[in-house]
């Protein structure tokens, strides 16, 4: 199926880390009948035709009239079983936003989550500054990923299509990303050159650098060593950078997976490290400790990404001064991430 080969490729070429990291992201290509879908959990960058998850286009529409219950564990158990219900293959887990997906008419959809946008959905001032340089988008403030989202997106999407006659093919989303739509592939790429186009100038014209800067990496066993000591198996792996800015709060759902909402920067002890697990319910992700920067994890890949998303968040946080400066999650969004089965999951799959 040719459109399964076209998806393929456009998830390979947003797949890349100017426009998401780890598992971040997801991308879909529809007919009447049928969702393709990303599989929750995998790489934009390692999909294949037959990795993408077949989901029953009629099912998911079901979704949009269930009842379903107050409790967001509840809710969200029902959503998740409904979900699987409607799919036809054996590629696994569907997106948790494949709701979402099947709710616009455009054959294909890539939602990415890039620094540069980023720096806009984080920002203060990032609803003005989309209207100014996206005045066709829609803006939608800080909604909880998954089932809450689709089906306030979905009221959303109706409006504006009684207002403008077709629906919006850029959807951009407070403290997450991107959802971009087109019949084409050709189309996707053009908005997304918008998109990348416009922010650049914006930076630029801000005097904002989108680069971070970062310290020399240290060579410091010691440091290390104890870091290992303090946290023991929660660091048996260990990615180290130079100093920079390190995120202090939540920005995105992403960060909050990969590297937690905050960084370690207590003194290096084991009554600092209990303080910590003790008022945040789990070991950090990232520490900061002598002339470095730490990604700690169970495994290398673990690490290795807890440090890159906290390199991304402190980029965001110096892109969001374009627009007024940084905007964090609240703490309800935040503890619904922490808490959130489906994001537990995705994580495990790391």
């Known amino acids: 199926m040719q459109d399964l080969k076209t998806i393929v490729e456009l998830s390979h070429e947003f797949g890349t880390a100017d426009y998401v990291k780890g598992g971040g992201g997801n991308t879909s290509v529809k007919n009447g009948t049928t969702l393709w879908v990303k599989p929750s959990g995998t790489t934009l960058a390692g999909l294949t035709e037959k990795t993408f998850v077949a989901m029953n286009r009629a099912k998911i529409n079901e979704l949009y009239t269930v009842e379903t219950p107050k409790a967001a564990a509840a809710r969200e158990e029902l959503v998740k079983n409904l ?18 997906h099947n709710v616009f008419e455009a054959k294909f959809v890539v939602h990415t989550h890039p620094c540069a946008v980023n720096g806009l959905t984080c920002a203060k001032n990032g609803e003005q500054a989309c209207k100014k340089f996206f005045p066709d988008a829609l803006w939608v403030e800080y909604i909880d990923p998954g089932y809450t989202l689709c089906m306030e997106v979905r009221k959303r999407i109706e409006a504006y299509k009684t207002a403008h006659g077709k629906e919006p093919a850029l959807l951009v989303l407070k ?7 087109a019949d084409s ?27 971070l800067k970062t310290g020399k990496v ?31 709060g939540p920005i995105t759902p992403d960060h909050l997976v990969y590297s937690k909402a ?40 673990n690490a290795d990404l807890a440090l890159e998303l906290a390199q991304d968040g402190a980029l965001v946080i110096q892109l969001a001064e374009a627009f007024g400066g940084i905007e964090y999650m609240s703490a309800a969004g935040r503890e619904f991430i922490e808490n959130w089965e489906v994001e537990s999951y995705r994580q495990k799959q790391v």
């Open 218 to 248: 240290p060579a410091d066993p010691g440091t290390e060593a104890n870091i290992r000591s303090v946290f023991g198996a929660d660091a048996a792996f260990i990615a180290s950078s130079g100093l920079f800015a390190v995120t202090p």
């Open 262 to 301: 905050f960084p370690f920067t207590s003194e290096l002890t084991a009554a600092a490290a209990a303080k910590y697990k003790a008022e945040r319910g789990y070991a950090p992700k990232v520490v900061v400790a002598g002339r470095g920067v730490y990604g700690i994890g169970t495994s290398q890949k």
């Open 185 to 211: 592939a050709g189309g996707i790429r053009a908005l997304y050159v918008r998109v990348m186009t416009a922010l650049d100038a914006a930076y630029k014209n801000a005097g904002v650098s989108q680069e």
């Open 175 to 181: 403290n997450h990303g991107i959802f971009i739509s």
């Open 83 to 100: 979900m699987a219900a409607a799919v036809e293959n054996d590629a696994g887990r569907p997106s948790v936003e494949a709701p979402l």
